[in-house]
């Protein structure tokens, strides 16, 4: 092949492969690497966990982004509903239920909702969240004797690796058999970043005992990730620059203007001019003030630099992007709601209420909430709190639950009933689907529709709700009229 069909061939090579894998000028400073999720965590893990709670102190922007994470995901609660055919046994278990979550916290000030939302709270921030399963005694009174410890990841020993007897192995303070499977967590029994005296060694906690809730993001990756990563430098450089700007700002307003003047031969003071304790003249700036400058004197007003016009513009843009990184919208970043109307903060909303689901289902209801009613259901049954025929040969029956989360609010909440109501009208759309969505349980509810109906009844009342004691008020108001 000669010279000229060598280069074509090399040309041709170069042009069929992926641009992204080549190292032109452009890419060539370009550094990655190949490591697996655990290796590049291990050597950050630390550093990113406490800049995230950093920046959450201090930054009303990173604050801002995980509350949003936190009140949208959680709210007021994900709530079970028991799917079993005895209503009976269905009242029982929810009014128990309902009286342990009050008393679900082993620190005593949360209920088991609120555990929820720091369990999200501490994820958003450090990336995961460990709970532990505190079994009580029965002469502590309580309707379930189980409460709930949650820990922060500080207690999973990070730096605990080791290759076990058997084909074990530990993985940042995570043991797992030689089947993969998780078997045991090494937790500090006290914070590391606490002044405590307690034991200072990891202490091996089998893994029944313990959930650890977080997202994971790499298929095989051991520990989670503060969901501001990716967004950690620009947050500080853009709090520095405009903690820089303040200042800046701050300092030009403290000069009002510079008095030029040659100075008296006898260096005493300037007839005209107040002085201060130190003898140097000032000037009182007042409303419609006249002053007179004596001869050779001269005054220059202060002109500080400003910003420029593209100053908001080029902010607004970067909190699009730190909105981006942290995974809300713009608008539940910053309150800034100038710029929207109906369709476009509805579209925002829509796209972040989706990534709340399935974080709902995936990580908070998967990894906390049925784990939780499970080992609740055995200890109530166990303790005696309640009777679940058939519970120890078949559990199954009785962990058939729907989780419902709080229902979210529309921006226009009569366009959306009015949507769901045709939906349900033409079919496409149950009034249990409905109602369910709103967080609400569909049998409860229509028991309360039934008891406020009859309760008009025996009072003679007569709402636009019931369409047949409408049209009978409206039979019986006709009636009258043609009889006069």
Same mark, same amino acid.
């Given at each position: $092949?000669?010279?000229?069909?060598?280069? /074509?061939?090399?040309?041709?090579?170069?042009?069929?492969?992926?641009?992204?894998?080549?190292? #032109?000028?452009?890419?060539?400073?370009?550094? #990655?690497?190949?490591?697996?999720?655990?290796?590049?965590?291990?050597?950050?893990?630390?550093?990113?966990?406490?800049?995230?709670?950093?920046?959450?102190?201090?930054? !009303?922007?990173?604050?801002?982004?995980?509350?949003?994470?936190?009140?949208?995901?959680?709210?007021?609660?994900?709530?079970?509903?028991?799917?079993?055919?005895?209503?009976?046994?269905?009242?029982?278990?929810?009014?128990?239920?309902?009286?342990? #979550?009050?008393?679900?916290?082993?620190?005593?000030?949360?209920?088991?909702?609120?555990?929820?939302?720091?369990?999200?709270?501490?994820?958003?921030?450090?990336?995961?969240?460990?709970?532990?399963?505190?079994?009580?005694?029965?002469?502590?009174?309580?309707?379930?004797?189980?409460?709930?410890?949650? $820990?922060?990841?500080?207690?999973?020993?990070? +730096?605990?690796?080791?290759?076990?007897?058997?084909?074990?192995?530990?993985?940042?303070?995570?043991?797992?058999?030689?089947?993969?499977?998780?078997?045991?967590?090494?937790?500090?029994?006290?914070?590391?970043?606490?002044?405590?005296?307690?034991?200072?060694?990891?202490?091996?906690?089998? /893994?029944?005992?313990?959930?650890?809730?977080?997202?994971?993001?790499?298929?095989?990756?051991?520990?989670?990730?503060?969901?501001?990563?990716?967004?950690?430098?620009?947050?500080?450089?853009?709090? +520095?620059?405009?903690?820089?700007?303040?200042?800046?700002?701050?300092?030009?307003?403290?000069?009002?203007?510079?008095?030029?003047?040659?100075?008296?031969?006898?260096?005493?003071?300037?007839?005209?001019?107040?002085?201060?304790?130190?003898?140097? !003249?000032?000037?009182?700036?007042?409303?419609?003030?006249?002053?007179?400058?004596?001869?050779?004197?001269?005054?220059?007003?202060?002109? !500080?630099?400003?910003?420029?016009?593209?100053?908001?513009?080029?902010?607004?843009?970067?909190?699009?992007?730190?909105?981006?990184?942290?995974?809300?919208?713009?608008?539940?970043?910053?309150?800034?709601?100038?710029?929207?109307?109906?369709?476009?903060?509805?579209?925002?909303?829509?796209?972040?209420?989706?990534?709340?689901?399935?974080?709902?289902?995936?990580?908070?209801?998967?990894?906390?909430?049925?784990?939780?009613?499970?080992?609740?259901?055995?200890?109530?049954?166990?303790?005696?709190?309640?009777?679940?025929?058939?519970?120890?040969?078949?559990?199954?029956?009785?962990?058939?639950?729907?989780?419902?989360?709080?229902?979210?609010?529309?921006?226009?909440?009569?366009?959306?009933?009015?949507? +769901?109501?045709?939906?349900?009208?033409?079919?496409?759309?149950?009034?249990?689907?409905?109602?369910?969505?709103?967080?609400?349980?569909?049998?409860?509810?229509?028991?309360?529709?039934?008891?406020?109906?009859?309760? /008009?009844?025996?009072?003679?009342?007569?709402?636009?709700?019931? !369409?047949?004691?409408? /049209?009978?008020?409206?039979?019986?108001?006709?009636?009258?009229?043609?009889?006069?």
């Amino acid at each position: $092949m000669g010279i000229i069909g060598q280069l /074509a061939s090399r040309f041709l090579r170069r042009k069929a492969s992926y641009e992204g894998a080549t190292s #032109t000028r452009r890419l060539s400073s370009w550094g #990655t690497s190949s490591a697996g999720p655990n290796a590049l965590l291990e050597s950050s893990l630390r550093s990113l966990r406490n800049r995230s709670r950093d920046l959450c102190r201090n930054n !009303p922007l990173a604050e801002s982004g995980v509350e949003a994470w936190v009140s949208n995901m959680i709210g007021t609660g994900i709530v079970p509903q028991w799917e079993i055919e005895s209503a009976t046994l269905k009242t029982e278990l929810q009014l128990l239920w309902e009286d342990w #979550t009050d008393e679900a916290d082993a620190d005593g000030v949360s209920d088991f909702y609120g555990l929820q939302a720091l369990t999200v709270r501490a994820m958003a921030e450090s990336g995961e969240c460990l709970i532990r399963f505190r079994p009580r005694r029965m002469e502590d009174g309580l309707a379930v004797p189980l409460q709930l410890q949650v $820990m922060e990841a500080d207690h999973l020993d990070d +730096q605990k690796n080791e290759d076990l007897q058997g084909g074990g192995i530990i993985r940042m303070g995570v043991e797992f058999d030689r089947e993969g499977r998780r078997v045991a967590y090494h937790l500090f029994p006290t914070h590391p970043g606490e002044n405590s005296s307690g034991a200072s060694e990891a202490v091996r906690v089998p /893994a029944s005992e313990i959930l650890h809730v977080y997202r994971p993001l790499r298929p095989g990756q051991v520990r989670g990730r503060p969901w501001l990563t990716s967004i950690i430098l620009k947050l500080r450089e853009l709090d +520095q620059y405009e903690d820089a700007e303040l200042v800046r700002k701050k300092t030009a307003a403290l000069f009002a203007g510079f008095i030029t003047r040659t100075k008296n031969d006898d260096g005493g003071p300037i007839p005209g001019f107040e002085t201060d304790e130190s003898g140097k !003249p000032t000037v009182a700036l007042e409303p419609g003030i006249l002053s007179e400058l004596e001869p050779g004197e001269d005054i220059t007003f202060s002109q !500080p630099a400003d910003s420029g016009p593209t100053y908001e513009a080029w902010i607004k843009q970067q909190l699009r992007e730190v909105a981006r990184g942290i995974g809300v919208t713009y608008e539940q970043l910053t309150g800034d709601l100038r710029d929207v109307n109906y369709s476009s903060i509805r579209a925002g909303l829509v796209e972040f209420r989706r990534r709340c689901e399935a974080l709902q289902w995936h990580t908070v209801v998967f990894q906390m909430c049925r784990p939780v009613a499970r080992r609740w259901l055995e200890l109530a049954v166990a303790s005696g709190a309640i009777n679940l025929p058939g519970f120890v040969e078949s559990p199954r029956q009785y962990l058939r639950i729907r989780w419902r989360p709080q229902g979210f609010q529309w921006v226009d909440p009569l366009k959306e009933v009015t949507a +769901q109501q045709v939906a349900v009208r033409c079919g496409f759309k149950s009034r249990a689907a409905v109602i369910g969505e709103t967080g609400y349980d569909p049998e409860q509810v229509d028991r309360e529709i039934a008891e406020d109906a009859a309760r /008009a009844d025996g009072l003679g009342l007569v709402f636009d709700s019931d !369409p047949r004691k409408t /049209a009978k008020a409206g039979q019986v108001q006709a009636g009258k009229e043609n009889a006069e």
